[in-house]
């Protein structure tokens, strides 16, 4: 166990252990295990004595084929082998929070709320982000309905700028001696 306390998880810790898989964001067992500060076989126990609490949207088992696409975008050493002997359980946003009432320890509860408000800053992001894309198609459609007034725009500004620059005749009165 890493012995981390709460405290020591902060919010790039947590995201840097959520994962796309199946088109979802989940956690791993072993990454939650070592959050919790238990063995990852506890946890998996756990989970298997309560599975009617995990239908298939809260956890499933990673597939061979998902473990070695998972592996494989996380450079990894041979001797390490991601600490996984076994197909990982993979935990979504309600798997996560259901696990705290599995565990039921303070820690779990601890981490676990600090699990979700991470969700919760991910999800506002996504708004956020969603705003400003929107924005930037509307701004892209305006730049694109200008574009060739700016190309001309531009077109003459370099003729201008290309232009070799004669003397002209001074204007205005003339005194003559």
């Known amino acids: 166990m890493s012995g981390l306390r709460p405290l020591d998880l902060n919010d790039h810790t947590i995201t840097e252990k959520i994962y796309f898989i199946r088109g979802q964001k989940v956690m791993l067992d072993r990454d939650l295990a070592e ?3 238990v063995p990852t076989k506890a946890l998996k126990q756990a989970v298997k004595r ?3 609490r995990f239908p298939e949207d809260f956890m499933f088992e990673m597939s061979k084929k998902e473990f070695e696409n998972w592996r494989s975008q996380i450079v990894t050493s041979n001797s390490d082998n ?3 002997r076994y197909m990982p ?3 979504t946003e309600h798997g996560v929070l259901m696990l705290s009432s599995v565990l039921k320890s303070k820690r ?3 981490v676990n709320i ?3 408000r991470v969700y919760a800053k991910m999800r506002e992001l996504l708004v956020t982000h969603k705003d400003i894309l929107l ?3 509307v701004l892209e459609k305006k730049v694109y309905k200008n574009e060739e007034d700016i190309s001309i725009v531009f077109n003459h500004l370099k003729q201008l700028i290309a232009q070799p620059k004669t003397r002209k005749e001074r204007i205005g009165f003339k005194k003559e001696w």
Do not use: R, S
């Open 35 to 37: 959050m919790y500060d």
């Open 135 to 137: 924005k930037l198609e």
């Open 82 to 84: 991601m600490g996984l």
């Open 108 to 110: 779990a509860v601890q």
């Open 89 to 91: 359980f993979c935990f």
């Open 114 to 116: 600090q699990i979700m």
């Open 50 to 52: 309560n599975i009617e």
